[in-house]
């Protein structure tokens, strides 16, 4: 596209959208910072969320541990009592050979016999009946070990299966964002979540938050991909350097521009019918999360951005940790 076209188009767009937002009420004002808020806790309390299911999954792994030894303790035990058994019986066999030699000679030492094999088969009984205790336990001790590693597998599949489903919407994005690389447009995904982070260079002119005709078309291509995932949660954060906004009219300052810029980015997204209004957070966060260094040119230019956080919802998961 030409240059001074491209100026000219721009220049007359935010005119536009100047003259449009002048009339915006300080109540949507206020409601959108509400819904930030009252959005912004839900984030902390999936993120909280996340952290307990990892804590279970830690505390399901060392339950594991801890039975899985009590298992082989039982194993080791069962297994001397298995031999003291045999040697006993082995004891009362030669005592019965030994009975059936001194029968015939004397009725004294058929007598001491008698006795002894009475107390062997005493012995004998107690053992056996240990031996049946032990059992018992061994096999209670299987099964919980057996229910302890179905539920850690249980928590890492669906941990898995999040992961997987997340690392394919990165994918999905980047493929369908892949004309704007190099043009200020990174994708990426870590802690669970995916991050797709634009620099205003794309988006927006200096001092403004009405979006250019490129920056619209990433951002309709990004709401392509959002609109086939109606389980993900989006949080467009709006963020500037640490340059105090000189400008003058509807603008406070720096956290006000973020959060118009985020504003104005969820709109284009509401555009699209196919996602779900309420999976979307508009939040302004000025210049207090910079991504690098506000000392030089190229780091402000970094921090001058719009971040989309996507994040799955975790109702699955949830409703695991909650069962027994």
């Known amino acids: 596209m030409n240059p001074n076209k491209m100026t000219k188009n721009f220049l007359l767009a935010v005119l536009t959208l100047a003259i449009i937002t002048s009339c915006v009420s300080p109540k949507v004002y206020k409601d959108l910072e ?58 009362l066999d030669n005592l019965k050979a030994s009975y059936d030699a001194l029968e015939k000679n004397s009725s004294a030492a058929i007598a001491s016999n008698v006795q002894k094999n009475r107390e062997l088969l005493a012995q004998l009984e107690a053992k056996e009946l240990a031996l049946a205790a032990e059992n018992q336990r061994l096999e209670k001790l299987k099964k919980e070990l057996e229910d302890r590693s179905n ?39 870590r802690d669970g979540k995916v991050y797709v982070s634009m620099e205003n260079k794309l988006l ?91 000392s030089t040119s190229e780091g402000r230019a970094k921090n001058r951005r719009i971040e989309v956080v996507l994040t799955p919802k975790l109702d699955e998961l949830s409703k695991l940790l909650n069962e027994n």
């Not at 279970?56 to 298995?82: F, V």
């Not at 997987?164 to 994708?187: Q, Y």
């Not at 949080?235 to 985020?262: F, M």
């Open 204 to 294: 927006f002119s200096s001092g403004s938050w009405a979006v250019g005709s490129e920056g619209r078309r990433a951002v309709e291509q990004l709401g392509s991909v959002l609109g086939d995932n109606p389980d993900i949660a989006v949080l467009i954060e709006g963020h500037t350097d640490n340059v105090p906004y000189q400008g003058t009219g509807q603008l406070s300052g720096n956290w006000d521009l973020s959060t118009k810029r985020a504003t104005a980015i969820v709109n284009i997204l509401r555009e699209n019918n196919s996602i779900n209004p309420e999976n979307l957070t508009a939040a302004g966060r000025g210049e207090f999360a910079p991504m690098a260094t506000n």
């Open 151 to 189: 539920r850690v597998a249980e928590l890492e599949k669906v941990i898995s299966d999040k992961d997987a489903a997340m690392t394919a919407l990165k994918d999905a994005i980047s493929r369908a964002l892949t004309d704007f690389e190099g043009k200020g447009l990174t994708v990426e995904q």
């Open 34 to 91: 509400a819904k930030y808020a009252d959005l912004k806790g839900e984030n902390r309390k999936l993120t909280s969320e996340n952290e307990a299911l990892l804590n279970a999954k830690i505390a399901a792994e060392n339950e594991l541990k801890q039975l899985q030894s009590a298992y082989d303790e039982a194993i080791s035990k069962r297994n001397k009592l298995q031999l003291d058994y045999e040697a006993t019986k082995a004891n």
